[in-house]
């Protein structure tokens, strides 16, 4: 039997399956190693672009070794950093260049290294590599939008086996953003509070999808998750904007990483996931208009298994169904290692 | 280089690459075949649940043999026929029993038929049994959404390897479907026109993007696809709900749908694919609520190859890049035998 929920965020509806489910009935396919053409490794550096910004050992010079985590413009962006927006339109369509920003953050010196088995004085460097590259981008004006993700596994679509994450920097917000912060100002409006911090203490008073938390930050799975094992690290203090972490609170998110993505492989042996960070867009010089988003809105980080293929019900609707509950997943989570 | 497309009705923006690309750039899973097993064969009828409905030689009995098409209620349905709504709150959250049907339409009695390769006549029935099982469950007041859709290949979600279609009817319009209406409404308010009659008028006027047109429907790559090669069949005729169609245009249809899935086959030998049916949600007993919906909805068919996998990018912003520009894939589509 499923029940139907609503996202109370994005007034999505998904049918969950209510009867526990065991972890073992997923197939997960497996992820080829390349490292012999890998350019992103440690040692050729020359090969790559000039690298935007690196954190390494003291005394060691950039586009060199002694890089612990490295930016990289993509090597096929999407999206460019020269250029006006040339917004037009053509008939009854509208159209705009495609400015913005591609990066490629380099999570790793080491080929092999997975993100679940670095160090977590390794993962604190790369999510101060994520918080400088947003501080960084924040002051071009036309940039709407600045998303970090990371894709792990060809099930995942990821394209390189080295480990990295991306950085698009958008210049318009994207929608499922835009359906997000558009949700939360109107649940702000009605009840002049964060509905991100009403869900967090939802969440601490039901209990049963509560995965792991600590001083700084609560991980769950989301009453509606898209994703079976889908799960949300979300910090205590409320903050709109992802950059403007403390170093304790650094510290203290990459240990949540660490130990969520840990409990994913003890589960799952190498499952296919994506992860992706959903703060404000950007506040300068736009202060005015995002005049309530210091209040409504509260940054997240969402970490999506992907476990099951998408069919054209999903794409087709916007309907998604889970074959887990949220509660049963969280169930596993918690227990695991 | 690549541009940034709004999508004229749902507000949502995609890049897309404007050089050329060819279709050999793209790898495609391969399916696995499953036949001796396959309970959804002619001569097979008492293994699977009672048949709903058929279109059968005259004559023959149900749950016999001697049907072309037939509708089955699915082996594991997460929409049920009994019950009621149940609407409740949990907290900050709602829920609601998941009450709705999922029926699988057997497209043939033969396992190794592939829609492509059906003849006009058997089309024909098909897409009369998709009518024919929305008009009877639209007379179900608790059902608001009825989503007929197919998804051919591992790479597209297929679980069966006998070919087979979908319904889904649910007690809450999806929110892709209700994103759509939503902004054919507002389009209407403002243009007092319809937006897929526009969209339809300004591709034949653009003529690029159009593959093939004929006297009913006219099909083309969208100006704003999420895949590549993705395509529309748009009826000519401005009609709100697929069901009301005329013999005729079920014949017109069943051409362009068989032309469409054996061009892409020619494209990309046995691609993955999915497509889905876009009506309007029930009319009965809800006119007056849609009171305006015969003049504002237009239904479509929407064929998705499923030739890239999404990546988190996609997942965590609803923004799509698209590596073929529509006019591009029109270009194959259209010249392909």
Redesign the interface.
Known sequence: ??????D?L????V?V?TEPRAPSEYEIPSNEENENSCILCDGREDETPPEITSIRRPGTMPNTPGWWVRAIPNFKP???VEGDLGRKGV????????IGANEILIESPEHNMRPEDMGLEQMVRLITLYKNRITDLEKDPRLRYI?I???SG?????TFSHSIS?L?A???I??????ELDGAKQYYEYKERCIFC??MR?EL??GDRIIVETRNFVVFCP??A?FPFESWIVPRRHLCAFQDITGEEIEDLGLMLLTMLKKLRAIFKEPPF???I?TAPNRVPRKDYWHTLGEDYHWHL?I?PRLI?????E?????Y?LPTSPENAAKYLKEVG
């Open positions: 039997m499923h029940e139907l929920r609503k109370p994005l007034g999505r509806w049918a399956l999407v999206f460019q008939g009854i369509y509208d159209k705009m260049n495609s998303l993700y990371k894709d060809k099930g995942a679509g990821a991306y698009v958008t210049p318009v994207p929608k499922r953003v835009k359906e009403d869900i939802e008073r039901f009453y509606a898209r994506s992860y992706v959903h969402e999506m293929r998408t069919s054209g019900f794409w087709g609707s916007g309907f169904i």
